[in-house]
C-alpha cells in the first residue's frame, strides 16, 4: 500500500470510529406540563402564588436514533421544558420514570433543558415557604416526571426513519444586562443615561441557530430553536406564563403546520435578558406602529431567524449522518470563598433570621435570601477541609452531521459561549445552558472585577478559573469528533 493510501485510510478509520454515518430515526412530541393551581412560582426572591395560567406550559421532546438496519447504535432524547431550571434530583426522577416504560432506552442519554421562563412552578425544594393547599415543589417534580416519561415513551415508539437539516439565522433579542460604569464596577441592569455609564460589560450573540428534523415524506416535524437569552420579559409577572417561547411557537407553527414541535434552546446567557438597556423608545415605538407587544416584538424576531434558517437548510437535509452522543462527568474547580464574603453572608442571614423570628407571618419576604447566603457560609466552612473544593457537573456533547450541539448546568455568562463556538471544528455549533442541572451563574474575570448581582460570590459556585476548563473540556470533546 502507498503512503497516500495508507494516510485515506487511517483517516477513514478515524471518521468512522468517531461518529459512522447511519439511517436516522426521528421522533417528536410535545407535553403539556402545565401544573394544578395555584401554584408557587419561581424566580424571584420572594414567593408569588399563581392563580391562573395567561399561556399552557410547555415541554418539547425530540428523539433521534442512528441505526444500521435492526441495531441501534445511538440516540438522544433531547427535552425542553418552560421552567426555570431542572435540579438534579428532578432530572434523575425523570430518567427513572422513563426507565420503567421505556426499559431498552438508555436514559443517561436523556438530558432536559430549561427557557429560564421566571414565570413557571417551583421545583426546586426548601427555597421558598409555601403554604398549605398550593402545588409543592416535590408535587410538582412527581408530576412532571410522570408526563415526560409518558412523552418520551411516546416519541421512542413513534420514531420512524427521517432527516435532518441545520441553519443559522439571526435575531436581536438579547442585550447584555450588566452597566459599567468610570468606577469600574458594574450592575445588573444598572442604568444606562447616567454620566458615568462607560459600557456594556460584555458580548451579546445574535445567532440564532437551529436543528431541524422531517419524517420520510418530508413533513418537518420538530425545530430546535437555539436563542441566546433567557425567557424573562415578563418575570415579575404572577400568573404562569411561557415568557417569549409561548408566541414564538405560535409562529412557528402557522409558517410550518400546527402539529410542529418546538424546542426552546437558551444559549450561553447567564449575563443577558431580553430586557431594553437602551434606545427605549425607538424600540417601543416601533412596536406601536406594527401593533406589537413586546413578546410579539421577540416572538415576530425569533420566528424571522428561524425562516432565514430554514430557507437554505430546508434544501440540505440528510438521512444519513454522523451521529455520536457522549455523555461525560467533570469536575471543575469551584470558586472559593473569601473571609470578607463570609462575613458578609454570616451577617445577611442573621438579619433574616432576625426579621424571621420578630415577623413569622413575613417569613416567605426573608427565607429566600436566608437560604441564598447560609450556602456561601456552608462552602466557606467546608472549605477549612477541602481548600480545593470541586463542582461535579454532567455534560452532553453530540454530533449530528456537520453540526455540535453541547450542554452545561449553568446561566453562562455569553462569552464562554463564545469561546466555544470560536473553537470547535463543526460547521455549526449549537451551546445550550441550564440543561441537567442549577448551578448557578459561571461568571467572567471582567464581571467578577465589576461585582453585584450574578457575579458575586453568592451567585456563583465556580468562577472563571472553572469556566475556562469547562470551555477546554468541552472544545476538546468537541474536536474528538472531527479528527
Known amino acids: 500500500?502507498?503512503?497516500?493510501?495508507?494516510?485515506?485510510?487511517?483517516?477513514?478509520?478515524?471518521?468512522?470510529?468517531?461518529?459512522?454515518?447511519?439511517?436516522?430515526?426521528?421522533?417528536?412530541?410535545?407535553?403539556?406540563?402545565t401544573p394544578p393551581l395555584p401554584v408557587a412560582l419561581a424566580g424571584q426572591f420572594h414567593l408569588r402564588v399563581?392563580?391562573?395560567?395567561?399561556?399552557?406550559?410547555?415541554?418539547?421532546?425530540?428523539?433521534?436514533?442512528?441505526?444500521?438496519?435492526?441495531?441501534?447504535?445511538?440516540?438522544?432524547?433531547?427535552?425542553?421544558?418552560?421552567?426555570?431550571?431542572?435540579?438534579?434530583?428532578?432530572?434523575e426522577l425523570v430518567r427513572q420514570e422513563t426507565h420503567k416504560v421505556v426499559p431498552d432506552l438508555d436514559v443517561s442519554k436523556l438530558f432536559i433543558s430549561a427557557t429560564h421562563t421566571h414565570t413557571a412552578p417551583v421545583l426546586r425544594r426548601n427555597v421558598y415557604v409555601i403554604p398549605k393547599g398550593v402545588t409543592q415543589a416535590d408535587e410538582y417534580g412527581a408530576i412532571l416526571a410522570q408526563r415526560l416519561a409518558q412523552g418520551v415513551a411516546a416519541a421512542w415508539k413513534a420514531r420512524k426513519v427521517g432527516s435532518v437539516g441545520w441553519g443559522l439565522g439571526h435575531a436581536v433579542v438579547a442585550y447584555n444586562r450588566r452597566a459599567s460604569?468610570?468606577?469600574?464596577?458594574?450592575?445588573?441592569?444598572?442604568?444606562?443615561?447616567?454620566?458615568?455609564?462607560?459600557?456594556?460589560?460584555?458580548?451579546?450573540?445574535?445567532?440564532?441557530?437551529?436543528?431541524?428534523?422531517?419524517?420520510?415524506?418530508?413533513?418537518?416535524?420538530?425545530?430546535?430553536?437555539?436563542v441566546s437569552c433567557p425567557a424573562q420579559e415578563v418575570e415579575g409577572r404572577t400568573s404562569l406564563n411561557a415568557d417569549y417561547w409561548h408566541p414564538a411557537r405560535q409562529l412557528l407553527r402557522k409558517r410550518f403546520g400546527e402539529e410542529l414541535c418546538v424546542l426552546g434552546w437558551i444559549g450561553a446567557a447567564g449575563d443577558q435578558s431580553p430586557h431594553l438597556m437602551?434606545?427605549?423608545?425607538?424600540?417601543?415605538?416601533?412596536?406601536?406602529?406594527?401593533?406589537?407587544?413586546?413578546?410579539?416584538?421577540?416572538?415576530?424576531?425569533?420566528?424571522?431567524?428561524?425562516?432565514e434558517a430554514y430557507e437554505a437548510a430546508g434544501q440540505d437535509s440528510?438521512?444519513?449522518?454522523?451521529?455520536?452522543?457522549?455523555?461525560?462527568?467533570?469536575?471543575?474547580?469551584?470558586?472559593?470563598v473569601l473571609e470578607s464574603e463570609y462575613a458578609e453572608a454570616k451577617a445577611a442571614v442573621a438579619e433574616a433570621a432576625s426579621q424571621i423570628e420578630k415577623d413569622p407571618k413575613a417569613?416567605?419576604?426573608?427565607?429566600?435570601?436566608?437560604?441564598?447566603?447560609?450556602?456561601?457560609?456552608?462552602?466557606?466552612?467546608?472549605?477549612?477541609?477541602?481548600?480545593?473544593?470541586?463542582?461535579?457537573?454532567?455534560?452532553?456533547?453530540?454530533?449530528?452531521?456537520?453540526?455540535?450541539?453541547c450542554t452545561n448546568p449553568f446561566e453562562l455568562f455569553t462569552d464562554y459561549g463564545i469561546r466555544?463556538?470560536?473553537?470547535?471544528?463543526?460547521?455549526?455549533?449549537?451551546?445550550?445552558?441550564?440543561?441537567?442541572?442549577?448551578?448557578?451563574?459561571?461568571?467572567?474575570?471582567?464581571?467578577?472585577?465589576?461585582?453585584?448581582?450574578?457575579?458575586?460570590v453568592h451567585s456563583s459556585q465556580v468562577g472563571p478559573e472553572g469556566g475556562q476548563v469547562l470551555v477546554d473540556k468541552t472544545v476538546e470533546t468537541i474536536n474528538s469528533m472531527w479528527p
Not at 406550559?57 to 426555570?84: F, P, Q, T, Y
Not at 437551529?210 to 413533513?219: C, F, M, N, S, V
Request: charge should be neutral; hydrophobic fraction near 40%.
Open 420 to 456: 466555544i463556538k470560536a473553537r470547535s471544528k463543526a460547521v455549526q455549533t449549537f451551546v445550550v445552558q441550564l440543561t441537567g442541572g442549577l448551578s448557578g451563574y459561571l461568571p467572567t474575570e471582567r464581571a467578577v472585577a465589576g461585582g453585584h448581582y450574578s457575579a458575586v
Open 181 to 226: 460604569y468610570a468606577s469600574g464596577k458594574a450592575q445588573m441592569y444598572g442604568k444606562t443615561d447616567r454620566a458615568d455609564f462607560r459600557h456594556l460589560e460584555g458580548y451579546e450573540d445574535h445567532d440564532v441557530n437551529t436543528l431541524l428534523a422531517w419524517d420520510a415524506q418530508g413533513k418537518l416535524l420538530a425545530a430546535a430553536v437555539n
Open 318 to 336: 440528510h438521512s444519513n449522518v454522523a451521529f455520536a452522543h457522549r455523555v461525560q462527568t467533570l469536575r471543575l474547580p469551584m470558586r472559593l
Open 1 to 33: 500500500m502507498t503512503r497516500s493510501l495508507l494516510l485515506t485510510a487511517c483517516v477513514l478509520c478515524l471518521l468512522v470510529h468517531s461518529a459512522p454515518a447511519a439511517e436516522l430515526h426521528v421522533g417528536a412530541i410535545e407535553v403539556d406540563i
Open 50 to 91: 399563581a392563580q391562573k395560567a395567561e399561556t399552557p406550559i410547555k415541554a418539547g421532546i425530540l428523539v433521534l436514533e442512528s441505526r444500521e438496519g435492526d441495531k441501534g447504535l445511538d440516540h438522544a432524547v433531547m427535552i425542553s421544558c418552560d421552567v426555570v431550571g431542572v435540579p438534579p434530583d428532578v432530572l
Open 363 to 405: 417569613a416567605d419576604r426573608h427565607h429566600r435570601k436566608m437560604e441564598w447566603y447560609q450556602k456561601t457560609v456552608d462552602r466557606f466552612e467546608a472549605q477549612k477541609s477541602e481548600p480545593h473544593p470541586t463542582l461535579e457537573i454532567e455534560v452532553h456533547v453530540l454530533r449530528i452531521g456537520d453540526v455540535a450541539i
Open 278 to 307: 437602551y434606545r427605549k423608545a425607538s424600540d417601543e415605538r416601533m412596536m406601536r406602529l406594527r401593533g406589537l407587544t413586546r413578546l410579539e416584538e421577540i416572538a415576530r424576531r425569533v420566528d424571522r431567524a428561524v425562516e
